[in-house]
């Protein structure tokens, strides 16, 4: 069954890319459009697409996908009515497949679409707080047993780290090789999994003693910046739009979402943390925290920790906000930065 469909997969992608393949020619004898101009959408609204026919050539029918998947074929007027019902919001495109006097064009239109609420906004409450080395720049940040893992950066100082969050001891410490920059990390089934930023490469380690056995490459993404995991999959960031969703057996980055509110498509999003269902992602050199739907990538929330920064001590080395950890224990979250001498345990306040 998987089998078969990855070759359907294989095919319409070839029909797609072979754009007007019609008797070999490199332009197209239709197009695709949308019967309102607008190609900015929000979930919920229903489009019609139709296909722009100059010639009056003889259409015998037109298939309608997104993302491979099939929306409709049509006999008659070759246009369709689609509910924006998908599970993405985000870049997205419609494609299209033209049979027309014994040939085939491949047609695609461009769109975005939209979350149809504004994010809530919430502000925080700081709960406790626990000293945290100075030293570390912090890349990734994650609870597992209780024990605090992080990950910290910048070439020839990059390290991976077993913590104790209340006294911030680091009493376990494994050094990258000079040519990595450590970015985020995660840990599943046994195993740490931490990413490099430039590198196109990310490191595996086993967890009860740090010892590198392992490493994966990125193939789709060029950076890496977040990492996290929903105990089935990981969720990947690299500075785009895009968030990847990583196959957790293979770590092939398979698809992905793309974080988005009522009016924008976000970027430069950096630490990820699961966090009850929802993805919290801190944007970079920003102070807040977006609050993440993993399945259609809606921005549910967004938390101001507005602030936070002005409460550590103030260095020449002092950094940016960079570093969300939530213990599923206790049920608690954590906040640090890049450089702070702090560790914050959070409360969040809807506003």
């Keep these: 069954m998987k089998k078969a469909k990855f070759l359907l997969l294989f095919i319409l992608n070839v029909l797609f890319i072979s754009c007007g393949s019609n008797s070999d020619k490199n332009k197209s004898d239709f197009s695709l459009s949308f019967v309102r101009s607008k190609a900015e959408f929000e979930v919920g609204e229903t489009v019609?697409?139709?296909i722009q026919n100059p010639k009056n050539k003889k259409i015998d029918s037109t298939s309608f996908y997104f993302e491979y998947q099939l929306l409709g074929t049509v006999t008659a007027a070759p246009e369709l009515e689609i509910p924006l019902n998908f599970e993405k919001l985000g870049n997205q495109k419609i494609n299209a497949i033209v049979f027309s006097e014994g040939a085939t064009d491949s047609l695609q239109i461009d769109f975005k679409i939209f979350n149809n609420t504004a994010p809530e906004i919430y502000t925080y409450n700081i709960i406790n707080t626990?000293?945290?080395?100075?030293?570390?720049y912090t890349q990734g940040l994650e609870f597992f047993n209780d024990t605090l893992y992080e990950s910290t950066g910048q070439y020839g100082t990059?390290?991976?780290r077993k913590v104790d969050f209340?006294?911030?001891?680091?009493f376990e410490k494994t050094e990258l090789s000079d040519q990595y920059f450590g970015e985020g990390l995660s840990i599943l089934n046994g195993n740490i999994y931490q990413l490099t930023w430039k590198e196109g490469e990310g490191l595996i380690y086993n967890l009860e003693n740090l010892k590198k056995t392992g490493s994966f490459k990125y193939n789709n993404s060029k950076e890496g910046w977040g990492l996290c995991n929903d105990g089935k999959q990981f969720y990947k960031s690299d500075g785009t739009e895009k968030i990847w969703i990583l196959n957790s057996e293979t770590l092939a980055e398979e698809t992905f979402i793309q974080p988005t509110t009522n009016n924008s498509i976000s970027t430069q999003l950096n630490e990820l943390e699961w966090v009850e269902g929802k993805i919290y992602a801190n944007t970079y050199q920003k102070d807040g925290v977006a609050i993440?739907?993993?399945t259609?990538?809606?921005?549910e929330g967004i938390i101001n920790f507005k602030g936070l920064r002005d409460k550590v001590s103030q260095h020449p080395k002092l950094d940016v906000l960079n570093g969300i950890a939530?213990?599923?224990n206790t049920k608690k979250l954590y906040v640090t930065g890049k450089n702070w001498d702090k560790l914050f345990e959070i409360e969040i306040i809807k506003k």
């Design 326 to 328: 939530y213990n599923p």
């Design 296 to 299: 259609n990538g809606a921005i």
């Design 292 to 294: 993440i739907n993993p």
């Design 130 to 136: 626990y000293p945290h080395d100075v030293g570390a």
């Design 48 to 50: 019609k697409v139709c």
């Design 166 to 170: 209340r006294t911030g001891e680091v």
């Design 158 to 160: 990059s390290t991976l």
